[in-house]
């Protein structure tokens, strides 16, 4: 099983990064850019097949390790491989 | 008076804090792996500045579950103190030891200087060499030391007068242009619960000898030894 895990910055938190991303943007050219926010994306390949057990590693996984749950939210989908 | 310094791959401050530590207590710290289960007995645990794990994920996520830390995070809620520096705080707050989290700097550039901060505490083992609203020139060397938590949490802080240093100008304000990274209300450097525990940001071990051109660190390892011999 596959864990396709999205990890990004909560509402409130500011993003430095994802203000320069939205302003490059602009300075290329491109209209109507709302507001930009950068998370990271990270893929776990798992050797467990029932996905209610693997979405519980899973959690477990984002928060103890791969995300800072005082700034960072989690989420994530499990594909059969 | 016994020291340890824990060395994490991509440490490298750890031998300048060792420099300062000797200079301070007439002996050389222990420096421990982080491989290693166990802390030697001490009196004092130093985690130093560098890129541990070369911050991968986040500044000091990987080094927090590395195995060495299991036992600091013991000895540290058992009241041994310990003292984080820069990337050592990234780690005190990944291990929860402090509240909040190291953001990258507001300005998203490394910021590498001389800053002056205030001594908002006197009575910690880590500050009694200094006088109380002390304006001392420290270095940073940091990306992320924009220092983030929730409103709630920065309130409980304040009340329980848990922030070590603020960032300020000559006067001791913190307005303007004082705050180099964006930290929420100045803070360079942190206590636990029980003043026990401190994270900062500024370097000490790199202005604690006349030969690197200011003295300004020292008292922080004066007072330790004071404290803890």
Redesign the interface.
């Known amino acids: 099983m596959k864990a396709r895990i999205k990890i990004t910055l909560k509402e409130g938190?500011?993003d430095?990064?994802g203000k320069?991303i939205g302003n490059a943007l602009g300075a290329l050219g491109f209209e109507g850019v709302g507001n930009v926010r950068q998370g990271k994306y990270i893929e776990v390949d798992l050797d467990d097949t029932d996905r209610a057990s693997a979405g519980k590693t899973v959690e477990a996984m984002c928060e103890?390790?791969?995300a800072?749950m005082?700034?960072e939210n989690y989420s994530f989908e499990l594909e059969d491989a | 008076m016994k020291a340890s310094v824990i060395v994490f791959p991509g440490s490298n401050c750890d031998r300048d804090v060792a420099v300062s530590l000797e200079a301070a207590m007439g002996k050389k710290p222990a420096m421990v792996w982080h491989g290693d289960a166990d802390v030697p007995q001490s009196d004092l645990i130093v985690l130093p500045g560098g890129f541990s794990y070369g911050d991968y994920l986040r500044s000091g996520a990987m080094a927090a579950h590395s195995p060495i830390m299991r036992d600091v995070v013991a000895k540290a809620k058992k009241g041994t103190p310990v003292l984080g520096i820069c990337n050592g705080f990234h780690l005190l707050t990944e291990t929860g030891l402090l509240p909040g989290v190291l953001m990258r700097n507001a300005s998203l550039k490394f910021i590498c200087k001389d800053v002056l901060l205030k001594v908002e505490r006197v009575d910690t083992d880590f500050t009694r060499g200094y006088s109380e609203g002390q304006v001392i020139t420290i270095p940073v060397a940091h990306h992320d030391g924009n220092y983030f938590t929730d409103d709630d949490t920065l309130n409980r802080l304040e009340g329980e007068n848990r922030i070590a240093f603020r960032y300020c100008d000559k006067a001791g304000a913190t307005g303007g242009d004082a705050n180099p990274n964006g930290s929420q209300r100045n803070i360079a450097g942190l206590y636990n619960e029980t003043g026990t525990v401190l994270g900062l940001m500024p370097h000490p071990e790199r202005l604690a000898d006349p030969a690197l051109g200011g003295t300004d660190g020292m008292p922080m390892f004066a007072s330790l030894v004071e404290a803890l011999h």
């Open positions: 938190v500011l430095p990064q320069a103890q390790l791969l800072n005082v700034i």
